[in-house]
């Protein structure tokens, strides 16, 4: 790619540190139980109402496929652009209408300025996880979890920025949101990037990722804290502006790694020069002169993490060492697939309906968190989202790093922990419809955990599977599983049951009491997240990428140092035309390739 950032240089971390920022930018989705109350009582709605208007959150923030197309074609920044503008116009909206700045603004405009609102999210999503999976290649797992985790500690970033600074107030969150985020998009855009990825093992890039890791479990850690202190003790302005200041600290904690980069950078060169291939099979009289003519560990990941249109040398050796371009084969898993040809896989409906079925089941409980707390008797709901957004994180940044480790280690498929927490979730519902005392925020820590989980073995299983070319286009179609969850568990199942319970209690009254409100929605949950807990077992049974190959890097390594050799040596060839050459290059090309494949 044209102007593309060297390899491992200091900006491609910048541009993870920046979208740590525009990731906790794009949690407003989890917002909405801060402010749902005052829709409902401020513009009268009954539960059901409540409950579509919840719908309409999820189906924007999940509806990214034109996110998807676009961020192929388009930079990360014009993403990020369009991100802030879905923001000022959608809880701009929102904001004319609870504050009463605007009066009677239908029903179902605000629908749409909530779905268009909460599509920022999918803009925002999109344009950094993207950018980051395709520049840091090799460690997709790590890097999903840590961006996905910071999603999930943005609802407690959001509960103690609307307890704390502004007060308890709707009003001012809205407002917020309207103005907030678009100039923190604005002021990141131009540090997410795409970078030349770097597809050698880095020991120091280890150390980095578990910085970051450290640094955002202390965040969250903090803002767990936080937030309960502030619900137990009546803080002062002064102290409570003191404690998010500290928790701003914590959100550039990961501008570490640069800076330290930046400060010494004889350490980082260090290791990079010994990462790099081995020139002991070069003549000596050409390591001086050699130059770096493959930038990648293969022409697959080439074009994936690239989007080069050009041919690549490989692809030319290739070409050339057999004589002409053959009809094209049908992708395997592992190779880039586009989404027509992806619809036609059994494995890619096993993983959308798993997820949707987990996620989808999450969410329900998520947008009627509010709800749920009141009718079991808690007062204060806040804690309840707070304790949900940090168990959220602990299951986003712990499964990616978990999955990583035993899908590299012991070849562990990555959907055997959907598998896994699918089974947890499902004794999380029956727990929440048992309505046992001291067993609320123990289910709710529970959903949380389990919830992330399916977050981040998601992202990586989906570039796993069907590569990362079009990545941004499987990912978003996957996220589809969010609102569809909405629509039919939350919207047309609790809603519904909630009002029903609600009607026959107190027939002028719109509020429920008790643990009837949501027991046989919990239970339908429950029945559902034990069949996506069949599907999750099955997917983890059907043949999988051999991770061998796609995070080989020592034997794609040695690839480009002997193909290097090769072309260094090409004019030795005393034969017209260089056919010896070919000849040659090819056969060492395939050797390689059934060395790398295992013989597959």
């Known amino acids: 790619m044209a102007g593309a950032v060297k390899a491992g240089s200091r900006p491609p971390w910048v541009g993870l540190a920046a979208a740590v920022w525009v990731q906790v930018a794009a949690g407003t989705a989890y917002t909405?139980?801060?402010?749902?109350?005052s829709l409902k009582s401020a513009l009268g709605y009954n539960q059901q109402q409540l409950t579509m208007l919840g719908v309409a959150n999820d189906i924007g923030e999940n509806f990214g496929l034109v996110a998807g197309v676009l961020c192929n074609r388009l930079p990360p920044w014009f993403v990020l652009l369009v991100g802030a503008a879905c923001c000022f116009l959608g809880f701009g909206t929102l904001w004319l209408a609870v504050s009463l700045t605007v009066s009677g603004l239908p029903y179902w405009l605000l629908w749409i300025a909530l779905c268009i609102a909460t599509n920022s999210s999918a803009w925002f999503g999109t344009g950094v996880l993207v950018t980051n999976m395709r520049n840091f290649p090799l460690s997709r797992g790590t890097v999903a979890g840590i961006l996905k985790g910071y999603v999930g500690l943005s609802a407690a970033v959001y509960t103690g920025l609307y307890t704390g600074v502004l007060h308890n107030s709707s009003t001012k969150l809205l407002l917020f949101l309207t103005l907030g985020l678009p100039i923190i998009s604005l002021a990141m855009m131009y540090f997410v990037r795409p970078c030349t990825p770097s597809l050698e093992e880095d020991r120091l890039e280890h150390g980095h990722f578990m910085f970051t890791q450290i640094s955002s479990v202390f965040l969250g850690l903090y803002l767990l804290a936080y937030t309960i202190l502030d619900d137990v003790l009546s803080l002062s302005d002064a102290?409570?502006?003191?404690?998010?200041?500290?928790?701003?600290?914590?959100?550039?904690?990961?501008?570490?790694?640069?800076?330290?980069?930046?400060?010494?950078?004889?350490?980082?060169?260090?290791?990079?020069?010994?990462?790099?291939?081995?020139?002991?099979?070069?003549?000596?009289e050409d390591i001086d002169n050699k130059e770096p003519l493959l930038a990648t560990a293969s022409t697959n990941n080439l074009e994936n993490l690239q989007e080069i249109d050009d041919a690549s040398d490989v692809d030319m050796l290739l070409a050339e060492g057999e004589g002409a371009v053959k009809k094209k084969r049908r992708p395997k898993r592992g190779d880039d697939f586009e989404l027509q040809e992806a619809l036609i896989k059994a494995d890619f409906w096993l993983l959308f309906m798993s997820y949707f079925l987990a996620v989808g089941s999450g969410v329900t409980v998520l947008n009627n968190l509010a709800q749920i707390g009141v009718a079991l008797g808690i007062d204060d709901t806040t804690i309840l989202l707070c304790l949900f957004s940090f168990c959220n994180f602990v299951g986003r940044i712990g499964g990616g790093s978990v999955s990583e480790y035993f899908v590299r280690s012991r070849m562990l498929p990555r959907p055997i922990w959907m598998a896994c927490t699918q089974i947890v979730m499902v004794v999380a519902y029956l727990l929440y419809a048992s309505a046992l005392n001291g067993t609320l925020y123990t289910s709710t820590a529970m959903l949380g955990i389990c919830y992330g989980v399916q977050f981040s073995v998601m992202v990586p299983t989906v570039s796993e599977l069907f590569g990362l070319k079009h990545f941004g286009i499987f990912y978003n179609f996957m996220l589809l599983g969010n609102p569809l969850g909405a629509f039919f568990f939350s919207g047309l199942l609790a809603g519904y049951v909630y009002d029903k319970e609600a009607a026959n209690q107190h027939p002028v009254s719109s509020t429920c009491l008790g643990p009837s409100c949501f027991r046989l929605t919990f239970l339908v949950l429950a029945g559902m997240c034990g069949l996506g807990t069949l599907l999750s077992i099955i997917l983890s049974l059907c043949p999988s990428v051999d991770v061998r190959t796609l995070y080989a890097v020592f034997s794609y390594e040695e690839l480009i140092c002997n193909l290097s050799f090769l072309v260094s040596t090409r004019m030795s060839f005393e034969v017209p035309g260089g056919i010896l050459w070919r000849w040659h290059c090819s056969f060492y090309m395939f050797h390689m390739m059934l060395f790398v494949d295992g013989f597959d």
């Open 239 to 284: 102290i409570i502006y003191l404690l998010f200041s500290i928790m701003i600290l914590f959100l550039l904690a990961p501008l570490a790694i640069p800076l330290k980069m930046t400060l010494f950078p004889a350490t980082y060169k260090k290791n990079v020069a010994s990462n790099t291939c081995s020139t002991s099979r070069l003549p000596a």
């Open 32 to 37: 909405f139980p801060l402010y749902s109350h």
